[in-house]
């Protein structure tokens, strides 16, 4: 086997089909059997659908349903700016996952559902008590990664965890955005996944703060849902950010969650592991994961910054009210921190608007 990858999830599968792209017989194995769901926000940004149509992953409109950009709202204020270039896609995890397993097995990945990795050496996969050779071996196995372990990789710069818990409402959308919202203490995600659906995730510190206890600090938001059926099981999951120092040792190689993250508030965990497995099939065919450590870093860059600036924002109310008013006095400031978030502006001109906004908020 030239590429074993351990994790069927979507950084694992998107990994599989780069690889495959690039002409590697690949295998993907995974304990759970599709359809693999998880407790995220279900939005992905307009460069998160580019990463993943240059693998040939074709995210339409027909999986879930778009939104034109971001919403900010805390109590009476909000703000509000339009994708650059494109509109984003809310989509079920679930509706997700089936797509990218479609799309790995008709690149000719092959499959070893409900199969249990217990180690790993040099060229060789432990799978269900039998050795599986590996030329490469892929770690997409999540935030609690085992091939982390095992390659020795654990090393982090940083680390910071919040919770998150989901919901899936039977509700029409109410707006053409994924609206962010801000409490005290934790913040509200609200994407359309379809016609008639809506994701909620609350995002906290308190991993015991669930949404009943949080809706009365989003009056607006309780008042839209208090009708509304709630169709499946609550869903909860931790949001970490972590910066790992290496994320390749030898023949290994970590993507995804394994390889480190950002918090959820940034919305950019799908994009990152479409990018990441792009750059790591091509260092996989030029024999060398120097170039995947330095592309990892260079993709991460920006979307932990960002990560940084929000959550800088959390739990400091009167900074977050004076920000919002400022960005609601300055609409354009918004929309180009949106556009900078996804890289349509360089940092100097971040910078610059960073100064725009110090002095409205100083001048309002």
């Known amino acids: 086997m030239d590429v074993f990858v351990v994790g069927g999830g979507p950084a694992g599968l998107a990994a599989a089909i780069a690889a495959r792209r690039q002409g590697f017989d690949v295998a993907v194995a995974d304990s759970a059997v599709p359809p693999i769901d998880k407790a995220c926000g279900e939005g992905i940004m307009p460069d998160g659908l580019a990463a993943a149509a240059s693998l040939g992953i074709p995210l339409g409109p027909s999986l879930g349903c778009g939104f034109r950009g971001i919403r900010f709202c805390e109590r009476d204020l909000s703000v509000e700016a339009s994708f650059p270039g494109g509109a984003g896609l809310g989509v079920r995890r679930t509706a997700l996952h089936a797509l990218l397993v479609e799309c790995a097995a008709n690149a000719g990945v092959r499959f070893a559902w409900g199969s249990h990795v217990v180690g790993m050496d040099a060229g060789h996969?432990?799978?269900?008590?039998?050795?599986?050779r590996a030329g490469w071996i892929i770690g997409a196995d999540g935030g609690q990664s085992r091939v982390r372990h095992w390659a020795g990789l654990e090393t982090s710069a940083q680390e910071n965890v919040r919770f998150g818990f989901r919901r899936h409402y039977r509700l029409a959308p109410w707006s053409e955005y994924m609206e962010l919202h801000w409490g005290e203490h934790s913040q509200l995600y609200i994407t359309p996944v379809a016609a008639e659906e809506l994701c909620v995730v609350l995002i906290s510190r308190d991993a015991h703060f669930r949404l009943d206890q949080a809706l009365p600090e989003f009056p607006q938001v309780a008042r839209r849902l208090a009708a509304a059926p709630w169709g499946d099981s609550e869903r909860g999951g931790a949001s970490v950010t972590r910066r790992l120092q290496s994320v390749s040792s030898g023949h290994v190689a970590l993507i995804g969650d394994a390889s480190g993250s950002v918090d959820a508030i940034t919305g950019?965990?799908?994009?990152?592991?479409?990018?990441?497995?792009?750059?790591?099939?091509?260092?996989?065919?030029?024999?060398?994961?120097?170039?995947?450590?330095?592309?990892?870093?260079?993709?991460?860059?920006?979307?932990?910054?960002?990560?940084?600036?929000?959550?800088?924002?959390?739990?400091?109310?009167?900074?977050?009210?004076?920000?919002?008013?400022?960005?609601?006095?300055?609409?354009?400031?918004?929309?180009?921190?949106?556009?900078?978030?996804?890289?349509?502006?360089?940092?100097?001109?971040?910078?610059?608007?960073?100064?725009?906004?110090?002095?409205?908020?100083?001048?309002?």
Not at 125 to 132: P, S
Not at 310 to 338: C, H, I, S, V, W
Request: a positive charge.
């Open 125 to 132: 996969v432990a799978v269900n008590g039998r050795l599986v």
């Open 268 to 364: 950019d965990g799908l994009c990152l592991s479409f990018q990441q497995a792009a750059a790591l099939a091509r260092a996989l065919a030029a024999g060398d994961l120097n170039l995947y450590e330095r592309d990892h870093r260079r993709i991460g860059r920006r979307p932990a910054f960002m990560g940084r600036l929000m959550l800088f924002l959390d739990g400091r109310g009167r900074l977050r009210a004076r920000t919002l008013r400022a960005f609601a006095q300055k609409p354009e400031l918004f929309e180009e921190m949106l556009a900078s978030h996804l890289g349509h502006i360089s940092h100097l001109r971040l910078a610059l608007n960073g100064f725009s906004l110090g002095w409205q908020m100083l001048h309002p």
